[in-house]
């Protein structure tokens, strides 16, 4: 039995059957030429099951009893059964990506079994344009989501002619170079445990606040600019997955034309989608939306690093003209990741803890409901693998993330990049947020503003 | 805003992720001549979708706020998101009924959504042996098991030319007289509620006994001869499913020669199974293990009406010898239903809540560890249909119950019966019952044991 940092625990607790805590990915792959979708999946199967030994990281679980020891620590299993674990599965007819995408929502919606490991694997077939896919999930207590896409890529190689496929629990893949594993938030924070500091800079921050909350009907949460929306609301479990990808170029001319990031663009994007969507439910509110971005603190030199803050950043909603929105959206980034540059890592730290705290009350009953938002949605950028990729000589065509959904925060909007591509994960309550996948037409029409903005088209 | 009876309520409020309460069926048909399992499906899908009504059955959820007054009170939906509760699947190859069963297992133990209607129907194609498989999932607090499986039956008809094939939903179905849809457990519960009597009767003697066992540490249930075996521990939330049918003839001749009832025979085949597969998990206790069986009040004239109550039925597991082992059953169930004819009905009912009454505090951490069990098993036949049924022709050609797997009661057979055939499901936890497919071939053992002491073979 080993205990479990609180940044694990946290993920357990806030756990409720309406807002399951696991972190997903979809990932799309192109048979090597001359073989068919069929032999590939026999073939990962193949690979899969024949891996005789299992990373400690897919077996651990919630320490027995699970109901009152299990939020706290880990034990771990010699053994993983794998025909739970690992499902093959075949899309009905016709096959095309919104059969893959309903798949995935009603999947994504099914809380994990504490009793086992917390992860799933799906491979899938049946997509008519021969490619295969396949679905993680895994619960956020064990990787966070920029960890849990980089396990996927372990198993991945950039040489196509590379055969040796192995599943991503091979415990051979770990230290290998390849697709370099970023150093994960766990990892961070393990370290900063050991010495006492994690739960000096981020558990009390948050409990505090947080214990403040609860004692106080009157307390008002350090940020609250945020207005009402249609987002802020309690949520069932039920989900509904969206997602498309542009590609990189675009977004990149777009912020070398603006001297601006290729976060900034991608941020701006969701800014005109969501005013837009707004607009089309009739429930724009007169204030901007507040959008949390979780950012990196690392410095440049470790560009592939994780998020491990928060900044909070004005979405600018209210304001009908692409450029004036853009360049509020971009104002409020800077302004707010110079706070946190000013700020010691625990400082940071800290920050991000308090600005996230009301998420430990989303399974108090009707606690969305007196609690003024401090901000709408959470849009994340996870940095993705910048060559492409293979499996098997198998082409990694395309790298979504699911994210999760929660109490007050019915959408998350979750990005990653692939060698030539962004990839937008749009995860949203299926009955909470309606018309889910019109945001990916109004994505789409908020780059083609942008780029006219910027004179790049 | 509608309050429900205690008998919905307690099927929500028992509710865990470990411990779904929802009831499930597997159907499987035979396509009509000429007509393959894709243009069925296709025929059913078409079917389902343009039934242009739902019964208020398919559209009422537990009220919101779901967390508070969900428990207690149902609200209607004006539609209902078919796209969610109608889901077409394909099993992957080669397709055997194995790839069904996994099916089945992996999707039984997924909640479901509590901001929606309780219900999900999977149209399930890929079979090798060319049929199609409809698997449907019901929460407790709609329908009892009984009345699931009636519901889908509604829908088929005794005339293997009637092309009039509907959906389940369809209010045009009530009312008919096709397969009579017997009085449900709710509805005669519900008669009871407007004369007061429902409260009087079931409500204070569950509580009552309840209560005691809560206040009173040392505590001893009114029956309480049940042993400690390996089915009375916690779950997870992780379920495998096993199932195969027998001919009924064969159990009818047993029942013929030796002057028992069918459900005798049922009840010591499960008896026999049970003892073998304790021996070979090395686990058999050395007192024999307690059944508990739901009984139908009703007189002999109502021969399909639903269990209201239950004996506990001691399964004389101790017994090696199959001619005395099924003496003592026999004996012992016919003790128990006397000792419930004796009674009157709202008595039978208080005794079968009583009986049950421990099933409420599973939600406990821990309370299956210091309660006595009263029963290790619960084993249910619920009357299925006694002639052959159709779909727009195509033929019914197993029915199997899916039903609920508990933290104390890790195993559950339920049994219904179809124009020529006895169908067993069984639902184990998955981690805490090992080898679950086993037992069928016990059930098959046992039978021909049966067989032998009656000379019928």
Not at 101 to 127: C, K, Q, T
């Amino acid at each position: 039995m080993q205990y479990m940092p609180v940044t694990s625990s946290m993920f357990l607790l806030a756990e409720t059957r309406e807002q399951p805590m696991h972190v997903g990915g979809l990932q799309l792959f192109v048979p090597r030429e001359g073989q068919s979708a069929t032999e590939l999946v026999e073939e990962v199967i193949e690979a899969f099951s024949s891996c005789a030994e299992v990373h400690p990281l897919f077996r651990k679980r919630p320490a027995p009893p699970v109901t009152m020891l299990g939020n706290f620590a880990w034990a771990y299993d010699a053994e993983i059964d794998y025909d739970y674990h690992v499902r093959r599965t075949v899309l009905p007819r016709p096959g095309r990506i919104r059969e893959l995408l309903r798949y995935v929502s009603l999947s994504h919606g099914a809380l994990l079994d504490r009793y086992r490991p917390m992860w799933e694997l799906h491979i899938i077939e049946g997509l008519e344009d021969g490619r295969v896919a396949i679905y993680t999930k895994i619960h956020h207590s064990i990787v966070d989501g920029v960890s849990a896409l980089r396990l996927l890529q372990r198993m991945l190689s950039p040489d196509p002619d590379d055969r040796s496929g192995s599943a991503p629990w091979d415990p051979a893949l770990v230290g290998q170079k390849r697709p370099r594993p970023a150093t994960s938030l766990r990892e961070r924070l393990s370290g900063l445990a050991d010495t006492g500091l994690q739960i000096a800079g981020l558990g009390p921050a948050a409990v505090k606040v947080a214990l403040a909350g609860v004692r106080e009907p009157d307390f008002v949460p350090p940020v609250s600019r945020a207005p009402r929306t249609i987002l802020d609301v309690a949520i069932g479990s039920a989900r509904r997955f969206a997602a498309q990808q542009w590609e990189l170029g675009r977004l990149r001319a777009v912020a070398d034309a603006l001297d601006i990031t290729l976060n900034d663009v991608v941020v701006g994007m969701c800014s005109g989608a969501l005013r837009s969507y707004l607009v089309d439910q009739d429930a724009l509110p007169d204030s901007p939306l507040v959008a949390a971005v979780p950012v990196s603190m690392h410095t440049d030199e470790e560009k592939d690093g994780n998020a491990v803050t928060a900044i909070m950043v004005d979405l600018a909603t209210d304001q009908p003209d692409p450029e004036r929105r853009l360049n509020s959206v971009v104002a409020s980034a800077r302004q707010a990741k110079n706070v946190v540059r000013g700020l010691r890592p625990l400082q940071a730290l800290a920050l991000g803890a308090a600005n996230f705290a009301p998420l430990a009350f989303a399974t108090i009953p009707g606690f969305v409901q007196y609690v003024p938002p401090q901000f709408n949605i959470i849009i994340s950028n996870v940095p993705g693998p910048s060559e492409h990729l293979y499996w098997n000589g198998a082409r990694l065509d395309g790298l979504y993330p699911v994210s999760i959904a929660m109490e007050g925060l019915a959408l998350n909007i979750t990005v990653t990049s692939t060698a030539e591509h962004i990839n937008f994960g749009l995860i949203g309550a299926r009955a909470q947020v309606p018309s889910l996948q019109r945001l990916l037409t109004h994505l789409d029409t908020a780059l083609e503003e942008l780029e006219k903005v910027a004179h790049v088209r």
